[in-house]
């Protein structure tokens, strides 16, 4: 299992690289050490000088943008219906809930999510929300087998509270099977101070016997530590950095011709200017040239930054290569894609599994049919619209009684020409309520 301390610093990396350059030239020498016999002046130039390649944040963006492609359903009973407006602690709705969860699992391999009624001013109406903490906030967990299942008995969440100026931390525990749940900080020693009263969750008068806190990583719900899956992404785009700052600082240093001069010049015939208006008057057998740079070294160092944004696409941007070659049929397109979105799918199921429980959770604490709260997210990670032969074809297999409308109309929505989130009851009402003709096919009426 990787360490607390070792993860966290892997966290502050990553989050640092898609934040972009600035934060990466202000990590100074964390990322960049400074080069040997460098002044500190001359160091915060070498720094200035360099260019981060930002394949890290590029690459995040287009993965999400992949992921949701298509919008996802999401079905709430009327009792959380408000949800889906104010889903989270910070007012945000689900969407946006889900969009955050896809970037954040995607990027750093963890998300928590807490399920949690407000603290104060609950009433009968009152619906659950979702509580969210990044990877960073995760400061640390334990795990027990109960009733043969593993099962979360302790989480340490940071927060953006603040007790007498100190920075407050959330103990989530189970303490003989109950779920509780306590606010401490740390002093000038580190040693754990509580603040505040125990508080004991409850739901309809009985306190909960579980922890309704989820650990969401692209591999799934499992409390465990896996590696951030940009983790080499970033690696290599800081080590691409360096390189910027050394090759910048060797053109800075060599590009310009620097003038010299031998022999035995008395001190008020120095030059002290230079150009082409200038004329130097030297005494007999003083020598003159110009210092230029010569070699590959500079040269060398692009092949080695090259070499780096190649590895970075390899990382990153391959995983983006969803589109069809010419000759590719859709079965052969999306086959030759699933490796390559192996990540994108196992955030996609972890993000969906985690709400998924979450809401069914919620429809129990609130009385609320669980089977009528669900999310779903689309698979569909390759934009291929069916095209209109293949529409023709389906039509004539309706139109032959090969296939139902209902079935017509669900594989015009794998095509992409129907709308995902519409079921076909909800399509019929609208067909009919502009005039359409929804009467079988003449050769269904002639047969029967």
């Not at 970037?103 to 659950?128: H, S």
């Not at 303490?175 to 749940?181: G, T, V």
């Not at 001069?261 to 003159?288: A, F, H, M, N």
Request: aromatic fraction near 8%.
């Amino acid at each position: 299992m990787i360490p607390f301390d070792r993860l966290h610093e892997q966290y502050g990396l990553i989050r640092n690289c898609l934040e972009g350059e600035d934060a990466v030239k202000a990590s100074g020498q964390l990322y960049t050490p400074k080069p040997e016999g460098m002044t500190p002046g001359n160091y915060v130039h070498y720094l200035d000088r360099g260019c981060f390649y930002g394949a890290p944040a590029m690459t995040l963006r287009a993965l999400t943008g992949l992921a949701l492609r298509k919008d996802p359903v999401i079905k709430l009973p009327a009792r959380l219906e408000p949800m889906r407006l104010n889903a989270t602690d910070e007012n945000a709705p689900m969407s946006v809930l889900i969009e955050d969860m896809v970037r954040e699992v995607m990027a750093m391999g963890r998300y928590g999510v807490l399920l949690d009624f407000p603290a104060t001013g609950a009433t009968a109406n009152t619906v659950p929300h979702i509580a969210t903490f990044k990877a960073e906030a995760i400061e640390d967990f334990d795990t027990a087998y109960v009733d043969g299942r593993k099962v979360l008995t302790r989480v340490w969440l940071a927060s953006d509270e603040t007790w007498e100026e100190a920075a407050v931390y959330y103990e989530l525990i189970l303490d003989d099977s109950i779920y509780k749940f306590r606010r401490f900080i740390r002093d000038q020693h580190q040693r754990r101070e509580d603040v505040g009263d125990e508080v004991i969750p409850t739901v309809n008068g009985r306190a909960l016997n579980y922890i309704p806190f989820l650990l969401v990583s692209q591999e799934g719900l499992r409390p465990e530590n896996v590696t951030p899956p940009f983790l080499a992404l970033c690696q290599v785009a800081l080590s691409h950095f360096k390189n910027s700052c050394d090759r910048e600082h060797a053109i800075f240093l060599t590009a310009s011709p620097t003038p010299w001069i031998s022999g035995s010049i008395p001190e008020d015939r120095v030059p002290s200017t230079i150009g082409s208006g200038t004329v130097w008057t030297l005494p007999e057998g003083c020598q003159v040239g110009m210092l230029e740079f010569t070699g590959a070294g500079v040269a060398a160092q692009k092949e080695l930054m090259q070499e780096k944004v190649d590895t970075m696409a390899t990382l990153g941007a391959r995983m983006l290569s969803v589109t069809m070659n010419r000759n590719e049929t859709i079965d052969t397109a999306t086959q030759r894609t699933r490796s390559e979105l192996a990540l994108l799918h196992g955030v996609v199921v972890s993000v969906e599994a985690a709400l998924n429980r979450l809401l069914h959770l919620a429809a129990e604490w609130v009385g609320a049919p669980a089977d009528e709260a669900s999310v779903n997210l689309s698979r569909d990670f390759i934009e291929i619209a069916m095209d209109p032969k293949m529409v023709e074809a389906q039509l004539k297999l309706w139109q032959s009684g090969m296939i139902s409308r209902a079935t017509l109309y669900e594989n015009l929505q794998k095509g992409e020409i129907a709308r995902s989130d519409r079921s076909w009851a909800d399509e019929k009402d609208m067909v009919e309520e502009e005039g359409g003709d929804l009467t079988l096919p003449v050769s269904l009426v002639k047969s029967n």
